[in-house]
């Protein structure tokens, strides 16, 4: 398993086919080299097969999937479909739909549990929308909780956490980049939801990364000092020398 996981949340850009084999021909061909960086691209779905297609180090993932393996749901996407295009990954419980799509915990944990039994592996997004003083809020420990509920032990290595304060998330208003000494605190809070609900083995293998302004100037002090085990990347994805400098970094980092 690669020490660090570096992934690419396009989000909804770019708009067109072209730009997105573009952005992804760049990424793939600078990435050479990096053994223990793993490097994830989310691109929307009608540029999947333009993405893969120009992929070939890197991964493909999903930014959502409907639950259901197929039937009457207009306009959803299902995990077998994303797995059948190549995809390896799928971003659940992101901020951004939680807030626009409405999306609740008890939707994001049927997400899951579709995902995991399609082989995918699932990213699941949790994170306070504000933040008083140092302490992480209850309800990062309730997202993870609900969004892993009758989650078995056994699939727990398919997933992987993304800690996401919607504070600082580059295109929100007003966003700052939290500090190192937060996540790590945030990292600490994380395991132990996860060593109450499947033990202390099961939580220190999990993976967890930071995600929220990351930018090429501070993703090695997450790394290091925050001790995330990689990046989910938003606005800096889409300036492919940027992102791969964030990914180089991280294939560089030694944990202090
Ligand atoms: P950002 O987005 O890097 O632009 O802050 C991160 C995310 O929303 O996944």
Same mark, same amino acid.
């Given at each position: 398993?690669?020490?660090?996981?570096?992934?690419?949340?396009?989000?909804?850009?770019?708009?067109?086919?072209?730009?997105?084999?573009?952005?992804?021909?760049?990424?793939?061909?600078?990435?050479?080299?990096?053994?223990?960086?793993?490097?994830?691209?989310?691109?929307?779905?009608?540029?999947?097969?333009?993405?893969?297609?120009?992929?070939?180090?890197?991964?493909?993932?999903?930014?959502?999937?409907?639950?259901?393996?197929?039937?009457?749901?207009?306009?959803?996407?299902?995990?077998?479909?994303?797995?059948?295009?190549?995809?390896?990954? +799928?971003?659940? &419980?992101? /901020?951004? *739909? #939680? !807030?626009?799509?409405?999306?609740?915990?008890?939707?994001? =944990?049927?997400?899951?549990?579709?995902?995991?039994?399609?082989?995918?592996?699932?990213?699941?997004?949790?994170?306070?929308?504000?933040?008083?003083?140092?302490?992480?809020?209850?309800?990062?420990?309730?997202?993870?909780?609900?969004?892993?509920?009758?989650?078995?032990?056994?699939?727990?290595?398919?997933?992987?956490?993304?800690?996401?304060?919607?504070?600082?998330?580059?295109?929100?208003?007003?966003?700052?980049?939290?500090?190192?000494?937060?996540?790590?605190?945030?990292?600490?809070?994380?395991?132990?939801?996860?060593?109450?609900?499947?033990?202390?083995?099961?939580?220190?293998?999990?993976? +967890?990364?930071? &995600?929220? /302004?990351? *930018? #090429? !100037?501070?993703?090695?002090?997450?790394?290091?000092?925050? =001790?995330?085990?990689?990046?989910?990347?938003?606005?800096?994805?889409?300036?492919?020398?940027?992102?791969?400098?964030?990914?180089?970094?991280?294939?560089?980092?030694?944990?202090?």
């Amino acid at each position: 398993m690669s020490k660090y996981l570096v992934i690419a949340n396009w989000k909804m850009n770019p708009s067109t086919k072209k730009e997105a084999s573009s952005l992804a021909h760049e990424i793939e061909q600078r990435i050479g080299g990096f053994y223990n960086t793993k490097i994830v691209i989310v691109p929307p779905f009608p540029f999947f097969d333009a993405v893969k297609s120009s992929i070939k180090k890197a991964a493909l993932g999903a930014g959502n999937i409907f639950w259901e393996e197929k039937g009457p749901y207009t306009g959803e996407v299902s995990p077998l479909q994303i797995r059948d295009m190549g995809a390896e990954y +799928v971003i659940l &419980g992101h /901020s951004e *739909r #939680r !807030e626009h799509l409405g999306e609740t915990d008890e939707v994001i =944990n049927k997400k899951m549990q579709a995902s995991l039994k399609a082989g995918l592996s699932a990213i699941l997004c949790v994170g306070e929308r504000e933040r008083e003083g140092n302490d992480i809020p209850p309800i990062v420990g309730d997202q993870l909780a609900e969004g892993l509920r009758a989650v078995k032990k056994q699939f727990l290595k398919n997933v992987i956490i993304a800690y996401e304060p919607v504070w600082a998330i580059s295109t929100n208003k007003g966003a700052r980049p939290d500090t190192p000494d937060s996540a790590f605190r945030a990292n600490l809070f994380i395991r132990k939801i996860i060593t109450g609900l499947y033990g202390r083995k099961a939580a220190n293998e999990v993976r +967890v990364l930071y &995600g929220g /302004s990351v *930018r #090429r !100037e501070n993703i090695l002090s997450f790394l290091t000092e925050g =001790n995330m085990q990689g990046a989910l990347v938003g606005g800096a994805s889409l300036d492919p020398r940027e992102f791969v400098e964030i990914a180089a970094i991280a294939s560089r980092a030694e944990k202090k």
